[in-house]
């Protein structure tokens, strides 16, 4: 779990939001906001929020997303943001091997 996941405001704003989703989730007229198909009752659901993937910001907007990604056509959010995560590592890594392998100049 990222350093933002973890931080306060972050488990009180989910905890004061999710009450609200959790409603239409159980009556079955959540739509997932990755797969935009339906969550049925009964399955694992996460309040995830948007995020521009050509950036990796997030919106500040929320939405009902599949948790699981055997029940999201899309990948599920649990999926999708360790996907994002392990790009951002593997771009950072790319980039520190790319410094190191140019020759000084002359």
Do not use: F
């Amino acid at each position: 779990m990222s350093r933002h996941h973890k931080a306060a405001h972050w488990s009180t704003t989910t905890a004061r939001l999710r009450p609200a989703y959790a409603a239409s989730v159980a009556a079955g007229m959540a739509v997932c906001g990755r797969c935009h198909t339906p969550i049925l009752p009964g399955q694992k659901w996460d309040l995830g929020h948007v995020v521009a993937l050509s950036t990796g910001m997030t919106t500040g907007q929320y939405q009902t997303e599949h948790a699981l990604k055997r029940d999201c056509p899309a990948g599920g959010n649990r999926s999708a943001g360790g996907k994002l995560g392990a790009a951002k590592v593997h771009n950072a890594r790319t980039q520190q091997t790319r410094e190191q392998l140019r020759l000084p100049d002359v």
